[in-house]
């Protein structure tokens, strides 16, 4: 079963910051936090991950609490093109472990 | 960045036949590979590993002998679906991380969408 539960669904004005909430309150204390997108009938696109430390890239930025037990994925400037399914999930299995996908949060960009 | 391809993207069979779905990692060497099948409007759901050299570990309630899986060099894994009937319709998907490396990225292919008339 996956470890982390979202929000079924968000809505997000174009140009705003999207902030997508995951909880995910039995991670153990090696267990990265990943975070996918899917865009209707395509495979998962990566977007960050992290441990304990928030991270930022490109893309997004990953803020994650203190106690590990929840994070928030940022996208800085939604636009339509970030129209997706977001996907948090809990590596287990360490470096070569799989993801179990959860039901993800629809996230939908809206002029 | 490292590219996972998944080959056929689309494919159409009669109910009763087979189907390879080929799996390749493009630019690393891959030692697992994931596979994946998403009915429409749901999740991803994790069917087997396949690791290379050695047999796959399938995901409970998932036929190892309906859903073959050979994983025979560091950079290509096969999934074959044998005697497809319509219920095995659905979008899968492969995945690989690159050997040797700790908790980076899991890769995943573009997806094969499978219709069994």
């Known amino acids: 079963d996956a470890k982390t539960t979202q929000p079924t669904s968000m809505d997000c004005a174009e140009g705003r910051a999207a902030n997508l909430p995951c909880n995910h309150s039995?991670?153990?204390?090696?267990?990265?936090v990943y975070w996918y997108r899917q865009i209707h009938s395509q495979g998962p696109q990566y977007i960050i991950h992290?441990?304990?430390n928030n991270e930022t890239n490109e893309m997004a930025s990953l803020i994650i609490t203190e106690d590990r037990k929840s994070s928030t994925l940022i996208l800085p400037h939604a636009t339509l093109r970030d129209t997706a399914v977001y996907y948090c999930i809990v590596r287990v299995g360490g470096s070569q472990g799989n993801l179990i996908f959860g039901k993800g949060t629809k996230l939908s960009v809206k002029p | 960045g490292a590219v996972v391809s998944q080959h056929p993207s689309r494919v159409i069979c009669k109910s009763g036949t087979s189907v390879k779905i080929e799996c390749r990692s493009l630019d690393f060497q891959a030692t697992t590979m994931f596979w994946y099948r998403q009915f429409p409007k749901q999740s991803l759901m994790l069917m087997a590993t396949s690791n290379e050299g050695s047999k796959a570990t399938y995901e409970q309630g998932v036929e190892k002998d309906k859903f073959l899986i050979n994983h025979a060099s560091l950079t290509l894994s096969t999934l074959t679906v044998t005697s497809a009937h319509p219920e095995d319709s659905s979008f899968y998907i492969c995945?690989?991380?690159?050997?040797?490396?700790?908790?980076?990225?899991?890769?995943f292919g573009s997806g094969t969408q499978l219709s069994v008339l």
């Open positions: 039995t991670i153990s204390g090696n267990e990265y």
């Open positions: 995945s690989a991380t690159e050997a040797g490396t700790t908790n980076e990225k899991l890769f």
């Open positions: 992290g441990l304990k």
